[in-house]
Nanobody, 123 residues
């Protein structure tokens, strides 16, 4: 079983930065894809970023390219989302998720989810 716990959310002004962290338990972390999703009120959940098991491959939604980075530390069972130049439209609940495969497959669901952390960006 895998448990994911996010931290680092909060209220921030537009243009500032936040770093989200996700701690994973379980032996499959280092062999799995990790992703960050977000869901804003009244909107569908969307994938923000994903990273392969080794960290060598990343994907981002177009709206965050050049502003967000995703990284992982397999020795610590941690994955991070560095969010720079935040915009009010980045306001959402952000979720950490694990896809039990080495490389991200958009046609496959993510298998485990955290509880989410709120990010609010004021204008």
């Amino acid at each position: 079983q895998v448990q994911l716990v996010e931290s680092g959310g909060g209220l921030v002004q537009a243009g500032k930065s936040l770093r989200l962290s996700c701690r994973a338990s379980g032996r499959t972390f280092s062999a799995s894809v990790m992703g960050w999703f977000r869901q804003a009120p009244g909107k569908e959940r969307e994938l923000v970023a994903a990273i392969s098991w080794s960290g060598g491959t990343t994907v981002f939604v177009d709206s965050v390219k050049g502003r967000f980075t995703i990284s992982r530390d397999n020795a610590k069972n941690m994955v991070y989302l560095q969010m720079n130049r935040l915009k009010p439209e980045d306001t959402a609940v952000y979720y950490c998720a694990l896809q039990a495969r080495n490389y991200y497959n958009a046609d496959r669901p993510f298998d485990y989810w955290g509880q989410g952390t709120q990010v609010t960006v004021s204008s």
